[in-house]
Every structure is written in structure tokens, then in C-alpha cells.
């Protein structure tokens, strides 16, 4: 009798946390990660494959996340595989939802894997992971470098350890956020891991261009960033303590010796915020990221790129300084308001001091900001020291 209860109460337990999902077996307690952000709950679909599962979101026609059960066996068989490429759009969504593979031709990016290719033992497995459903645009750089480099030393500790869960995906953050048809480009990437055996996990996050740095944070932490409850089976301890990640090492060229310019390097999370920041607001005067919204309400012309010509104003061209356009007129004398106007003493220090404060982000401003940024992601920044403004 007390055995048959016991049987039937773990049915039930088993039941009740498989429920949110047909694929349990692919997330750390049998639980998927939770939508927080109400913004990105609309047109998600959870799809299972062989090896992972992906939830698809049809507003970026990205996946917001892909989660793996890495185990010793699986990755060692992996090693032997070779890699067939067979990209394709993924089928079991709505075309109004998914990417195409016109949306990456002649983008620059890379269809860049979330549940990798070279974690998977089996051809149909590894087919399943070129679904588009499972991509991200992604900068090459960044995809052959610091990434492989990530996604290489989390099937390291796989063999090592004989299991992890893993999550791995994209973060969008900013006001304007770049598109390569109609798929959005995302502005970091991210990898959860979770150690059955150690009973840790932890974060890796890098942006997505040609950085060689990578970031190293708690669970907790990415969660603020991205909008989702990323291991809400592990208790709220497991989720902010953090874990000592491997650190990802470059791809070896036997013809070449190594260099230590050649290693990725950890960055503090919090100046590599800062840091990604103030690289933002100095690229040729372009802003992006994160301040791209702040910047571009500041700007004059938000819609002319950089290197635009001036637009071509002919019924200026016969201007000159202190000339009355009309014929047969004087110019103003100098000293007067028209004189200023036309360009007269004093008017090109006035046009200056007005161009540049147009140009930056107001300090009251840019320290609200770095307050709201502080108070979102618990990070000890100090505002009003970064100089942060837009060119």
C-alpha cells in the first residue's frame, strides 16, 4: 500500500513538471525557461528536435532560446561526425513567423548556430540543428572566434563532468536594433550552464561583433537582461551564486606557434557594459546599442547616416557672408543680429556651441540613465566619471 502511494506521488511530481513542455528531457529539472518580459510572450512557439528544443520567437524570427542535455557519450561520438551543411527554413512554423535563407544572402552574417552542430552523434540530429529556427545572424568574427571558443569548452566540461544542461541566446538591446531582411540582429549572445554535478551554474556572454573579449556572470544576472526566467526549476541560490567557467581557448594552427595576443580574455561584467558603451557613442559618430534611443533625440537629422553628403541647397549656393540675397541690397553691418545670422563676428562660435549641444547626451540625462541601468541589472556603476556622449 505505502509503496503503491509512493509510485503514484511521483507519477504525479513527474506529470506536474513536465506539463509546460513535450520535451522535458532537454531542460535541467524538466523545466523550460519562463517568458518574463510581456513584450516578448507574443507569436512564441516551443519546437523539440532530437537534440535540443528551441523556443521561436516570430517577432525577431530568431530563437530566444535553444536548450541541450550534454553528455559525455553524445559528445565523444560527435567528435567523429563531419559536418554537413543543410541550412534550410523551418517548416513547422507559420512563413509569416520564420526566417528564409534569402533573409541572410549578401547580409555579411553568419547563420550562427545556438545548439551547435558538433554537440549532435547522429546525421538526422545534425540536420535538425541547421534549421533556421535555430539561428542567429551573427558577426563571422565573433561566430569562428570567441564563440567556437565558448561552445568547444562547454563540451570539454560535458566530457569532463559526464552531463550538463546548457541554454544558449541571443539578447536585443537598444532602441534600434539592425534588421538583414526581416530577421533582427542581435546585439549579444549568450551560454547558461548548469553542472548536475557540482550543483553551480553559470553565464557566458559576449556582444556580437569582432570582440575577443567574454563575460562571465550569474544566471540571475542575464536573467534581468534578457526578459526570461532561464532555470526556474534550480532554486534562487543555484541561480545567483554563480560557477567557475573554463575558459574558452582559440582554435590551434599546427603551422603557427601560439601568441598571447591570440587568447580571449574575461572581462568584468560591469566594464564591459561600460565599455561597450562608451564604444558606442565613439564609432565614427554613429550610436547604437544600448544609448542609440537617448542618442538619436538628440540629433538633428536622425535619418541622415554617417557619411551623407549635405543636401544640395541651390537657392543658397550665392550667399556669402553679410550678402542680402536680393539684388541691388547692402549686406548687413557688422555688429547687428542680421550680421550674426548671415555669418557675421561671433555668429560661427554660436553655431558651434549649438551643434554640440545637440550633439550630446545632457549629463542629467546620461546620469538617469546609468541610475536606471544600475538599478535594472545590480551593477556598481559610477555615473557621471564614463563621458558618455553621442557625436
Not at 518574463?36 to 510572450?41: D, V
Not at 530566444?64 to 542535455?69: K, T, V
Request: aromatic share 6%; glycine share 8%.
Amino acid at each position: 500500500m505505502i509503496r503503491s502511494l509512493v509510485f503514484s506521488l511521483a507519477v504525479l511530481c513527474s506529470a506536474s513538471v513536465s506539463a509546460g513542455t513535450p520535451c522535458p528531457q532537454h531542460y535541467a529539472a524538466g523545466q523550460p525557461p519562463v517568458v518574463t518580459n510581456p513584450k516578448m510572450k507574443p507569436r512564441t512557439q516551443e519546437l523539440c528536435f532530437r537534440g535540443f528544443a528551441v523556443l521561436h520567437s516570430g517577432l525577431s524570427r530568431t530563437p530566444l532560446y535553444a536548450a541541450e542535455h550534454l553528455m559525455r557519450k553524445n559528445v565523444k561520438n560527435a567528435r567523429k561526425l563531419s559536418r554537413k551543411d543543410s541550412f534550410h527554413a523551418e517548416d513547422a512554423l507559420p512563413e509569416s513567423d520564420r526566417a528564409e535563407l534569402s533573409d541572410y544572402e549578401r547580409s555579411s552574417y553568419d547563420r550562427g548556430h545556438m545548439a551547435p552542430n558538433a554537440n549532435f552523434a547522429t546525421r538526422a540530429a545534425q540536420a535538425e540543428s541547421f534549421s533556421l529556427a535555430n539561428m542567429v545572424p551573427q558577426v563571422h568574427e565573433n561566430n569562428a572566434g570567441v564563440w567556437a571558443g565558448i561552445e568547444e569548452a562547454a563540451r570539454q566540461l560535458a566530457t569532463e563532468e559526464g552531463e550538463i544542461y546548457v541554454l544558449t541566446g541571443p539578447a536585443f538591446i537598444g532602441g534600434n536594433l539592425k534588421k538583414i531582411g526581416n530577421v533582427l540582429v542581435p546585439t549579444h549572445v549568450w551560454k547558461v550552464v548548469y553542472s548536475p554535478t557540482q550543483q553551480r551554474a553559470g553565464a557566458y556572454l559576449v556582444t556580437n561583433d569582432d570582440t575577443r573579449d567574454y563575460a562571465v556572470l550569474s544566471v540571475s544576472k542575464l536573467e534581468k537582461m534578457v526578459g526570461l526566467s532561464l532555470l526556474p526549476g534550480l532554486t534562487q541560490q543555484v541561480r545567483e551564486a554563480g560557477m567557475a567557467l573554463p575558459k574558452p581557448e582559440p582554435r590551434q594552427d599546427r603551422r603557427k606557434k601560439a601568441r598571447p595576443q591570440d587568447e580571449y580574455t574575461l572581462r568584468d561584467f560591469t566594464s564591459l557594459v561600460i565599455d561597450a558603451l562608451n564604444r558606442a557613442v565613439k564609432n565614427q559618430g554613429t550610436c547604437h546599442g544600448t544609448l542609440q534611443t537617448l542618442c538619436q533625440r538628440k540629433r538633428r537629422h536622425p535619418h541622415r547616416r554617417a557619411g551623407d553628403r549635405e543636401p544640395h541647397r541651390p537657392h543658397l549656393a550665392h550667399r556669402r557672408p553679410g550678402a542680402d540675397p536680393r539684388p541691388g541690397r547692402p549686406g548687413p553691418g557688422p555688429g547687428t543680429a542680421g550680421a550674426a545670422q548671415a555669418g557675421g563676428p561671433g555668429a560661427g562660435s554660436r553655431r558651434q556651441a549649438s551643434a554640440n549641444r545637440r550633439g550630446q547626451v545632457r549629463p542629467g540625462r546620461q546620469e538617469s540613465f546609468l541610475k536606471r541601468l544600475q538599478q535594472d541589472m545590480n551593477l556598481p556603476l559610477q555615473t557621471g566619471t564614463t563621458g558618455l556622449s553621442c557625436t
